[in-house]
């Protein structure tokens, strides 16, 4: 088979470095996805690889500034009270990153020493962010097992609870979930369950924490405010720079107590700012006009998904009831085959393929585990280069199945 290597395995993550500096020139339209060594390359490795379009950046030339940790920026006090006021709490705190909402969030909760913190074994708080509660807040995580859809049986929440009068037991202080569930493939919490969730957190004056990095994919998904999803939750920390669109940020909502805390938090480990009112004029520019976009970005997912599963031939799956928002979870059934070579095969081109669907595409993906692929529809990928993408990954699929059937002929 002639191959043209895009991204040889054994340099796969160097070049997808750089393929990551791709510029985007618009949300939708424009060159969304850009030739790469002559080929047309359609990025869907993650949400987090949207650039700020032009009229984003001349928000952002826009923009009042002043120094936030004298409370003087004005565009950043301005996000924060559009923010408090969406999600119907009291304050609301710029942070640098969905990894440092979550810490501050954990650690406004739990201040002192010692407490425990029920969440998800498939949560990014418990998988992706270095243990940061326990190494740097002396707080310890318990996990409850994770259902398919990111939710937890809430028999055994009840049961994690721990008792007040055993000494040997530590004291459980937060119970933290996600929505959508990054690592279930994007899952929206259904709203019985959160409120279900609340009852149990009350009963045990227990608080509730959402990473909803993408808690705004939940609301475009359920058609709701975000308000309606965070009302069983006492704080949030949802991301900018994700489906959103912008370059830098996440912000921190709850009582003006937690977020009072918040504030200190932030300053001990380096979160306090100086002027960044730019960051906070692109975080307002994604809140215009944001739902019908993330609405958009789910549609795309779902066009990728139902190609997938026309074409699959039993060697991969898709669980389609999964795939209720921007991400896409390929999962790998053909022996032998395993999620990075999927990916590898689908950044590479061929002289056959090239003939056949008449222009080089690639498609960039990531392997999320040994056996599954992940793709994501974002902002800066279109309808035509989810068509083009849909066109490789067929193109792919068709092959792989006649190896399949070429290899079964030549045992049977
Ligand atoms: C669910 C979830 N929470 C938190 C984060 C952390 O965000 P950041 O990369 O901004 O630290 C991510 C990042 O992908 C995420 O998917």
């Given at each position: ?183 279930c493939g994007g899952t929206v919490l259904p709203l ?120 699959s031939s039993g060697l991969v799956h898709v669980d ?93």
């Amino acid at each position: 088979m002639a191959l043209r290597l895009f991204a040889p395995r054994t340099e796969h993550f160097q070049r997808l470095s750089g393929w990551a500096r791709l510029s985007w020139r618009s949300y939708r339209g424009g060159p969304a996805a850009e030739k790469l060594g002559g080929a047309y390359a359609v990025d869907l490795r993650s949400d987090v690889l949207t650039k700020p379009t032009t009229a984003m950046k001349e928000a952002m030339m826009e923009a009042t500034m002043g120094d936030d940790v004298f409370g003087e920026d004005v565009t950043i006090n301005k996000l924060q009270s559009t923010v408090a006021e969406m999600f119907n709490k009291e304050a609301a705190l710029f942070v640098p990153s969905g990894t440092m909402g979550n810490l501050i969030s954990v650690l406004s909760h739990c201040h002192s020493r010692g407490l425990e913190v029920l969440l998800g074994h498939q949560s990014h708080l418990i998988i992706y962010e270095q243990g940061g509660m326990a190494t740097v807040g002396g707080v310890h995580p318990r996990t409850i097992p994770n259902l398919s859809d990111g939710t937890f049986d809430l028999e055994v929440v009840k049961d994690y609870i721990r008792p007040l009068d055993d000494s040997h037991q530590p004291f459980t202080g937060l119970i933290c979930v996600e929505n959508t569930h990054n690592v279930c493939g994007g899952t929206v919490l259904p709203l019985d369950f959160l409120a279900e969730l609340r009852k149990i957190a009350d009963d045990h004056k227990l608080p509730v924490h959402m990473d909803g990095a993408r808690m705004m994919n939940s609301a475009a998904a359920l058609d709701v405010a975000p308000s309606v999803i965070l009302e069983n939750v006492d704080s949030v920390s949802m991301c900018f720079s994700k489906g959103l669109g912008a370059p830098v940020g996440s912000i921190i909502s709850g009582s003006a107590e937690f977020i009072a805390r918040a504030v200190r938090l932030r300053k001990v480990l380096g979160g306090g700012m100086r002027q960044p009112g730019m960051l906070a004029a692109a975080a307002l520019f994604t809140l215009d006009g944001l739902i019908p976009r993330l609405q958009t970005d789910h549609r795309h997912a779902r066009m990728i998904a139902e190609a997938v599963m026309k074409e699959s031939s039993g060697l991969v799956h898709v669980d389609l009831e999964r795939v209720q928002t921007n991400i896409v979870m390929i999962e790998m059934l053909k022996e032998g085959l395993d999620a990075q070579q999927f990916c590898d095969r689908l950044s590479q081109v061929t002289m056959e393929e090239e003939k056949e669907i008449g222009e080089p595409i690639v498609v960039l993906s990531y392997p999320s585990t040994k056996r599954v692929t992940r793709l994501v529809a974002h902002s800066s990928v279109d309808t035509k280069d989810i068509l083009a993408a849909i066109a490789k990954i067929t193109y792919v699929l068709h092959e792989l199945a006649n190896q399949e059937a070429e290899s079964k002929a030549s045992h049977g």
